[in-house]
């Protein structure tokens, strides 16, 4: 029975290499997809499948974030491995990325959504540091993990009117004033200058007028000095009117600034002629005022 003898021989060989494909074929489709270096068998052949399908591992690990503060700052990007916190400049850019596909990953942070898009191999986030602490939560799955934004102001300048060092009562306005000044910025400094305001008549009759120095540029130093001459007499004063003297000055802050820092001011007032005296006169102004019949300077 040639057929018969054909047919016994056959199953003999097949059923144990069909049982053999079977068994491996369950091997691979309760195994991790990364475990033989490949998708298993029935995860391509499967319903709704594809090559970007989820992965068994947690795609929250291994992660890094670039950040990139605002260009006015001239500072590089900083890489960091596995953050559990960023700090940074407020408006930096952060980017974090990690392995694996973006397909089941989300993000937000507080309570804005964030878009997970795919470079390549690899899931990539992107936002702009808030300027309030927040919570950037990342969610895969399951899995979850919490990044702290810390954000640091940018803080505005500071400066400092060293000359004059006091408010002056004059009897005329015929004074030269040497103006200095010294400025700091955390960042960068932009510019500064000097104001002058002077204000002129009392009561309901009152009138003022602002004169500002040619600016001085910094280049973004992180300190500075500035300086100037004031001949009153330039001014066209008249008795009772007031002089006041600060400096300004402003970083480069082009985000949220620019951030702006304005000293103590210091005033020249010339005395009117019915308040001599009652005044104090500071003596060294004696020198620009014609000196009265009898009179002697001590």
């Known amino acids: 029975d040639i057929s018969g003898i054909t047919s016994a021989t056959l199953m003999r060989r097949v059923f144990p290499a069909l049982g053999a494909l079977v068994l491996a074929s369950l091997l691979l489709y309760v195994s991790p997809s990364t475990a ?3 998708s298993g068998i029935f995860s391509r052949l499967g319903p709704g499948r594809s090559s970007t399908a989820i992965p068994a591992g947690n795609r929250l690990e291994s992660i890094e974030a670039e950040v990139t503060p605002p260009a006015y ?10 953050p559990s916190s960023i700090t940074a400049l407020s408006g930096s850019r952060i980017v974090v990325r990690g392995k694996g596909g973006p397909v089941g990953l989300s993000a937000d ?23 309030k602490p ?7 799955r399951s899995y979850d993990r919490i990044i702290v934004l810390d954000p640091r102001a940018d803080s505005p300048p500071k400066i400092a009117l060293t000359s004059p060092v006091r408010d002056t009562t004059l009897r005329v306005a015929q004074l030269v004033v040497h103006l200095n000044a010294t ?25 003022a007028r602002t004169v500002t120095t040619p600016v001085v540029h910094f280049g973004g130093a992180r300190a500075g000095t500035l300086s100037a001459t004031l001949d009153l007499a330039s001014l066209n004063l008249n008795q009772g009117d007031i002089v006041s003297i600060r400096a300004i000055s402003q970083d480069l802050n082009s985000l949220s600034g620019p951030g702006l820092a304005t000293s103590d001011t210091r005033t020249f007032r010339i005395a009117r002629a019915d308040e001599y005296d009652s005044v104090a006169v500071d003596p060294h102004k004696w020198l620009y005022a014609p000196l009265e019949a009898g009179c002697a300077l001590v």
């Open 73 to 82: 700052t001239n500072e590089r990007s900083t890489t960091l491995d596995d």
């Open 183 to 207: 400025t700091t910025d955390d960042i960068g400094l932009g510019a500064g200058y000097f104001e002058y305001l002077i204000t002129t008549g009392s009561g309901e009759i009152f009138s």
């Open 109 to 131: 942070a507080g309570a804005t959504p964030l878009r997970v898009v795919g470079e390549g191999n690899e899931w990539v986030i992107s936002l702009a540091m808030p300027a």
């Open 36 to 38: 033989f270096g490949r």
């Open 134 to 140: 927040a919570a950037l939560t990342l969610k895969d």
